[in-house]
């Protein structure tokens, strides 16, 4: 079964930085690709970055350019470092990956971006 864990959101101002992580368990992490969503309220969940088993990325238009995307396949971790935030960035942030054809996400991490 898998899992995946996100950690450090928060209250950030607006121009600030954030870096999240996901920590993954079951399975072997480093076959899979990984990438995050975020849903803002009253709006539908949206692809934010993904990254590829070997390393490829790739960014929603939005945030390309500010977000980060990366793995640490040693730690089964994966991190979104953001910068230059935004009001419009207000989300909570998912990790999720796809094994056999089947989804899995983790809980959700609340990131506020507020002056």
């Known amino acids: 079964q898998v899992q995946l864990v996100e950690s450090g959101g928060g209250l950030v101002q607006p121009g600030g930085s954030l870096r999240l992580s996901c920590a993954a368990s079951?399975?072997?992490?480093?076959?899979?690709?990984m990438d995050w969503y975020r849903q803002a309220p009253g709006n539908e969940r949206e692809f934010v970055a993904f990254?590829?088993?070997?390393?490829?990325?790739n960014y929603a238009p939005s945030v390309r350019g500010r977000f980060t995307i990366s793995r640490d396949n040693a730690k089964n971790m994966v991190y979104l470092q953001m910068n230059s935030l935004k009001p419009d960035d207000t989300a909570v942030y998912y990790c999720?990956?796809?094994?056999?054809?089947?989804?899995?996400w983790g809980q959700g991490t609340q990131v506020t971006v507020s002056s």
């Open positions: 999720h990956t796809v094994r056999r054809g089947e989804d899995y």
């Open positions: 079951g399975g072997i992490f480093s076959v899979y690709a």
């Open positions: 990254i590829a088993p070997d390393g490829n990325t």
